[in-house]
């Protein structure tokens, strides 16, 4: 176990991007609505049928199928398609809506509004580090830039 040293200054800080740096809710919550009215706009018989918390809904059920085992996070967002879409896409439709989603998931990152000015006075103190499970590294990008 390391010692904490009195009076000794951190070199380093680590954030988690989702929730910490960009709104993973709200980044989801576009994908979603955009790719529901994908959804419709190619299959007119879906309109007004799902919510974002109801596709959601479906993710959340399949990925717990997974109980301690790693979410395979793209695969399960395929499932959540291919359950919706049982009765109306093939496969290669099913992948273009999972691309749709992911296209808009992983553009334009939503920082929270105070994380740009806290990295500018961060920085040049100490250095900066992101940690993240691979979910938001499109969102990393946009991040070092700032």
């Avoid at 918390?53 to 996070?73: F, K, Q, S």
């Avoid at 749709?100 to 580090?129: C, K, M, N, T, W």
Wanted: one cysteine or more; proline letters at 5%; a negative charge.
């Amino acid at each position: 176990m390391g010692r904490l040293i009195v009076g000794s200054r951190p070199e380093w800080i680590f954030f988690d991007v989702d929730q910490t740096l960009c709104d993973f809710d709200a980044m989801m919550r576009r994908a979603l609505s955009g790719s529901i009215a994908e959804m419709e706009r190619r299959w007119p018989t879906l309109t007004g049928r799902y919510r974002p918390e109801d596709l959601e809904a479906v993710r959340n059920t399949i990925a717990a199928t997974y109980g301690d085992r790693p979410v395979p996070l793209v695969q399960v967002r395929r499932a959540m398609f291919a359950e919706v879409l049982a009765d109306l896409a093939d496969a290669a439709a099913i992948d273009q809506i999972t691309d749709h989603y992911l296209a808009i998931r992983f553009a334009d990152p939503v920082l929270f509004p105070d994380v740009i000015p806290v990295l500018e006075a961060l920085q040049s103190e100490l250095r900066l580090g992101v940690i993240t499970n691979g979910n938001s590294k499109a969102a990393l990008s946009a991040i070092y830039q700032a």
